[in-house]
């Protein structure tokens, strides 16, 4: 059955590819992004396509955005808060004003949408919202203390809204892709802190030639990962974390792998502090 769709950072990447599946499937689609002429130029034009401005960061584009696409099409199914950037290095070497900039993004901007989008979805006792974290939001790495930590927070936060909304038919999906063939790692999109003091400077090097030498030749292929979020979409109990590409699942199961040895290796410990009264 055909849906109304909304997805943001629709100009590329991953949310381009998500609005493409969605309308090749038949549904009808709110791509918004913070340049509507490049979000046209990537979707092309369609009577069930509406683009319109959205920079996630600003409220009143959230609102406006929101009332345009109920507006247009009467009611929002599917949210995909898809719009995000990585700002990686050394958490040190990073200013207060990056990481405000990262979780005005990533983290405030996510919820924002999520928040204009929620009344709709509860009125109508359905809909589905897929929020894209990543696999880094499952562990935190060196170079990663802003951009890991910003999606540890789309983790937590989308898990509790799932519990707070399955209710009223409104289910949460937070999507947790590896390394995908997108702009991500381009000069385009990410961010990397000034790097300045020597005692990183090794560790940095191997951690920036990690992240360059897997720009545009990682193995994800997001036209993939469309069709993926599709089915999540059209499932009738969909999970509430899903980990999207080999590398992730992987990164995954050693990531629960390690959390039981070091809970197995400080059992005793841990359980100490339960009072005696
Ligand atoms: N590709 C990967 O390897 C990977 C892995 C794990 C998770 N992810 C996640 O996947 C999602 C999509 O990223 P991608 O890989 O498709 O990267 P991408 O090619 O860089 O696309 C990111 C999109 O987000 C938009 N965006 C950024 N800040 C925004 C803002 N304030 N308001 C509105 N739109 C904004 C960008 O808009 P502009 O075009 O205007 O810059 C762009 O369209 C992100 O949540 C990312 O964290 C990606």
Redesign the pocket.
């Known amino acids: 059955m055909s849906k109304v769709w909304f997805i ?9 590819e998500i609005a493409k599946a969605a309308l090749a499937a038949g549904n009808q689609v709110v791509a ?4 509507v002429d ?1 979000v046209t130029k990537a979707l092309g034009t369609s009577e069930n396509l509406f683009v319109t401005e ?4 600003r409220e009143g584009q959230v609102k406006n955005a929101m009332e345009a696409a109920i507006n247009r099409f009467g009611r929002i199914d599917v949210l995909v ?6 700002h990686l290095g050394v958490f040190e070497e990073t200013s207060l004003d990056e990481v405000r900039a990262q979780y ?3 983290v405030f ?1 996510t919820m924002a949408v999520t928040q204009a989008v929620i009344p709709f979805m509860r009125k109508q006792r359905s809909g589905r919202i897929i929020n ?5 939001g499952l562990k935190g790495v060196f170079g990663g203390s802003i ?1 890991n930590s910003s ?1 540890f927070a789309v983790e937590g936060f989308s898990q509790s809204i799932a519990e707070e909304l399955a209710p009223f038919g409104v289910y949460v999906t937070v999507v ?11 000069l ?3 961010k990397y802190s000034k790097a300045g003091i020597s005692d990183y400077s090794e560790a940095l090097a191997e951690f920036r030639d990690f992240h360059d030498n897997r720009n545009h030749t ?1 193995v ?1 292929d ?1 036209a993939k990962l469309a069709y993926v979020v599709l089915q999540l979409v059209q499932v009738e109990k969909p999970p509430v974390s899903f980990v999207a590409g080999t590398d992730a699942v992987d990164w995954a199961k050693s990531v629960v792998n390690q959390k039981k040895e070091q809970l197995d290796e400080w059992h005793a410990l841990s359980i100490s502090t339960d009072g005696t009264w």
């Open positions: 943001t950072g629709a100009a590329r990447g991953m949310g381009a918004t992004g913070r340049r490049v959205l920079d996630i960061t808060n898809n719009a995000a950037y990585g005005d993004t990533n901007g894209i974290s990543s696999a880094a951009y999606k947790s892709p590896g390394f995908f063939r997108t702009d991500f790692l381009d385009s999109s990410v990682q994800g997001p």
